[in-house]
């Protein structure tokens, strides 16, 4: 069997880290098991979903290392949604309901007044064809339920309503079907609930695996009814955690919470996201994995916790930091190339300031540092400025060699008496305008004897 996932967002908003976590599950997944990778548009709602943000996601998976196999949009297969609605009515799963929103709310309300669940209770299913008669002389048009079964697997023994699976992430699963309203899968204009175009659209695509998020559980029992209702070998199913924010509350696309646009916007590293949304409620250690080969290595569906994971985006510039000071220069040389730090000097002038970055574009603060000088002319006390002067007359003639920070300050030391901070913070002060930063060690060979000397206070 070729291992086949899904990702299916509605494209109504951009997505955020949930929605990234649910993607890098499926994308591991599939890595993991040689398999293909869906990316579906549930685009049903007319309304409400745009191109634009079918655009946007697009673009946010491929910043974060996930390129789809395929692209499907549901609201070019209502074809296929019809031809399975008519399968159903035949098989009589499938059946037509006239009751108003008021109405409905009503029968809950005394079904809880008699200590009932709230369900539906399948009148539709006793209306004369008189009564139904009178229904569409007043107007009214069908809503259409599917018949959650009662079934069993042996037929020597009774009905049971429980649906049972093997869950790849929460291990054996049950939902009680009697526990559940038959779930309305066609609305009244005729446009399709979630439920249908989804379980039709796993049949058609060879779906093998759907993971997704916990708060589907529940769905899942009445998803595995209607693939059976329709004849087809259920997915197996897999459902993660859920992400929250730092405060415990939940993301949402609306909000743009944490969308993947205001991340990489804030600088933030693609390899920090996916590191963060696919180990945080995990056994797994949360740590920067610097690609996605070594993070499929790390994903363990099973590993994942069954409680909702904080998501603290403090957490993402440590990880981003540490992604940062270890990367080679090949894999950031043509960013900097775009931020303008090019020519010989981009690898030393790289490898000595990555330690330093909390973002990548910081590094062109230093570009300019190096070829320009501060960019705040530092103040001195007077013994400072005395010193500085002192210091820069001993600065060695050219030819330097990789030593000459120390050749420098040994001369300096030697001369001044001045040694630790008295001696490095005012040469750090005026060399780069800043109390801190990368080794002067490594700046100074970059900077040159002309370029340091015009840094004399």
């Known amino acids: 069997m070729t291992v086949t996932v899904r990702f299916a967002p509605s494209p109504t908003g951009r997505i955020h880290i949930g929605n990234a976590r649910t993607a890098l599950f499926n994308w591991l997944f599939a890595m993991n098991n040689k398999g293909r990778f869906i990316?579906?548009?549930d685009d049903t709602d007319i309304a409400r979903s745009k191109q634009e943000f079918s655009d946007a996601i697009l673009y946010d998976l491929h910043w974060l290392g996930i390129f789809p196999d395929a692209t499907e949009y549901q609201s070019r297969r209502f074809d296929i949604y019809d031809a399975a609605v008519e399968r159903l009515k035949a098989a009589g799963v499938l059946y037509a309901c006239y009751e108003t929103p008021e109405?409905?709310?009503l029968r809950r309300k005394v079904r809880r007044t008699r200590g009932l669940p709230p369900v539906y209770g399948r009148e539709a299913l006793t209306l004369t064809h008189e009564q139904i008669a009178e229904?569409?002389?007043?107007?009214r048009r069908?809503?259409?339920?599917?018949?959650?079964?009662n079934f069993s697997g042996d037929p020597q023994q009774p009905e049971r309503t429980e649906m049972h699976w093997y869950d790849l992430v929460r291990g054996e699963e049950t939902v009680d079907l009697a526990s559940l309203s038959d779930p309305v899968l066609v609305r009244e204009d005729g446009t399709y609930l979630y439920t249908l175009p989804s379980v039709v659209d796993d049949i058609e695509?060879?779906?093998s695996h759907v993971i997704r998020g916990d708060d589907h559980v529940t769905n899942t029992g009445v998803q595995i009814a209607l693939f059976q209702a329709l004849a087809a070998e259920p997915p197996v199913?897999?459902?993660?955690n859920l992400l929250t924010t730092a405060s415990g509350e939940g993301l949402?696309?609306?909000t743009g919470a944490l969308s993947i646009e205001s991340l990489r916007e804030d600088g933030i590293e693609p390899m920090a996201v996916a590191s963060l949304a696919v180990l945080v409620g995990t056994s797994e250690n949360v740590a920067a994995v610097p690609t996605m080969g070594e993070l499929a290595e790390r994903f363990d569906p099973a590993a994942t916790s069954k409680s909702a994971a904080k998501f603290d985006p403090d957490e993402l510039f440590v990880l981003n930091r540490s992604l940062l000071h270890h990367m080679p220069f090949a894999e950031a040389q043509d960013r900097l190339i775009v931020l303008g730090v090019s020519g010989e000097q981009a690898e030393p002038f790289w490898l000595a300031v990555r330690g330093n970055l909390d973002r990548l574009a910081d590094a062109v603060n230093w570009w300019r540092i190096l070829r320009d000088g501060p960019q705040e002319k530092p103040e001195f006390s007077d013994d400072d400025r005395d010193f500085l002067r002192q210091a820069f007359d001993l600065l060695p003639e050219e030819p330097w060699s990789a030593t000459i920070w120390k050749d420098w300050t040994g001369k300096i030391r030697e001369a001044t008496g001045r040694k630790g901070k008295a001696l490095f913070m005012p040469l750090r002060a005026a060399l780069t305008g800043l109390p801190s930063g990368p080794e002067l060690a490594d700046l100074l060979p970059?900077?040159?004897r002309e370029g340091t000397l015009a840094r004399r206070p």
């Open 205 to 207: 695509m060879g779906v």
């Open 135 to 139: 229904y569409q002389a007043d107007g």
């Open 237 to 240: 199913f897999g459902h993660h």
């Open 39 to 41: 990316q579906r548009f």
């Open 103 to 105: 109405e409905l709310d």
């Open 446 to 448: 970059l900077m040159g």
């Open 142 to 149: 069908p809503h259409w339920r599917f018949l959650l079964p």
């Open 252 to 254: 949402s696309k609306r």
